[in-house]
């Protein structure tokens, strides 16, 4: 079976202001079962238009309400998630962003590894989340 690709796009047309031409997309599901998601962040993932603009949690917020769409799309769940990477762009985003983000996996208990970064793609996103998970067999 070959991997499925979800909201396939290109980068050219999401970062217009910067001089890309890069063929991507928001999911896979690989061999089947894993999906491997994009990193997620504060954009509506219709519009693509930022959102929560200075509130990490509220980014965090529209990151999982992305992962959860995606996942549902790709016949998982949030509850099958398996590990999740966590990038903030100050560590006193931690705690909200971690709140938030707990709020949505409470009960899951995925592996999980949080980085502090200097920035991410564009400047007003302030978290990035991504996140693995299984297809559970019916």
Known sequence: MAH?????????????????????????VAKGSTVFLRGQVGQNIDTSESVAIGDPAGQAAQAMANIKLLLEEAGSRLEHICKITIYITDPRYREPVYREVGRWLKGVHPVSTGLVVSALARPEW??????IAVIPEE
């Open 126 to 131: 302030l978290v990035e989340v991504d996140a």
């Open 4 to 28: 499925l690709r979800f909201r396939k796009f290109n980068t050219g047309e999401t970062y217009p202001e910067q001089n890309l031409d890069n063929d991507l997309c928001q999911a896979v």
